[in-house]
Antibody, heavy 123, light 107 residues
Framework: QVQLQESGPGLVKPSETLSLTCTVSGGSISNHYWNWIRQPAGKGLEWIGRIYASGSTGYNPSLKSRVTMSRDTSKNQLSLRLSSVTAADTAVYYC?????????????????WGQGTLVTVSS | AIQLTQSPSSLSASVGDRVTITCRASQGVSSALAWYQQKPGKPPKLLIHDASSLESGVPSRFSGSGSGTDFTLTISSLQPEDFATYYCQQFNNYPQTFGQGTKLEIK
């Protein structure tokens, strides 16, 4: 059973860089696509970006200038960095896996999610 | 980016009721639409993908329909554990986007 666990500082100061890690168990990250998604309290979901099985990345244009995603296949971990944060970046951050169909085709909806980690941006 | 508008934003219903939630896309997304259920403090759970395909393990009282710009999620007979917030997501166009959510509450 695939399990995802986000971790990182719960408090980040304005203008600094938010850094989170997602540890995946029950499967290799090398064979799938992985995403970061966030949700401000009481609000909807926002897709941040994806890291592909090749290691290449794709980001939401609304955040692209501030986002960096990477992976460490030896640790089976994913990383998210979001620079120049403001209060508007306060949210629960989730990592999630892109689903694969029974035919082995990757799709862009999300079948496994971590429990999420709350990041508050405040001085 | 494609905007998804869900209606209603909130809904009160009783156990046993039939409930329908609508998701309208600002432009066509073919059948590339998914539905999720989210309970407080929990991550979203995938219910439906490709507009009408039930995810494995999801009860058959959940069903989805639609294509293009108009989609519906139907719960045929509400159970106590179904009271939650529901989100649609399109994955036809980049970037993927979500609807604003529909909160389903107990009447």
């Amino acid at each position: 059973q695939v399990q995802l666990q986000e971790s990182g500082p719960g408090l980040v100061k304005p203008s600094e860089t938010l850094s989170l890690t997602c540890t995946v168990s029950g499967g290799s990250i090398s064979n799938h696509y992985w995403n970061w998604i966030r949700q401000p309290a009481g609000k909807g979901l926002e897709w941040i970006g994806r890291i592909y099985a090749s290691g290449s990345t794709g980001y939401n244009p609304s955040l692209k200038s501030r986002v960096t995603m990477s992976r460490d296949t030896s640790k089976n971990q994913l990383s998210l960095r979001l620079s120049s944060v403001t209060a508007a970046d306060t949210a629960v951050y989730y990592c999630a896996r892109d689903a694969i169909t029974v035919f082995g085709v990757v799709t862009y909806y999300f079948d496994y999610w971590g429990q999420g980690t709350l990041v508050t941006v405040s001085s | 980016a494609i905007q998804l508008t869900q209606s209603p934003s909130s809904l009160s219903a009783s156990v046993g009721d039939r409930v329908t939630i609508t998701c309208r896309a600002s432009q066509g997304v073919s059948s590339a639409l998914a539905w999720y259920q989210q309970k407080p403090g929990k991550p979203p759970k995938l219910l439906i993908h490709d507009a009408s395909s039930l995810e494995s393990g999801v009860p058959s009282r959940f069903s989805g329909s639609g294509s293009g710009t108009d989609f519906t999620l139907t719960i045929s007979s509400l159970q106590p554990e179904d009271f939650a917030t529901y989100y649609c997501q399109q994955f036809n166009n980049y970037p993927q986007t979500f609807g604003q959510g529909t909160k389903l509450e107990i009447k």
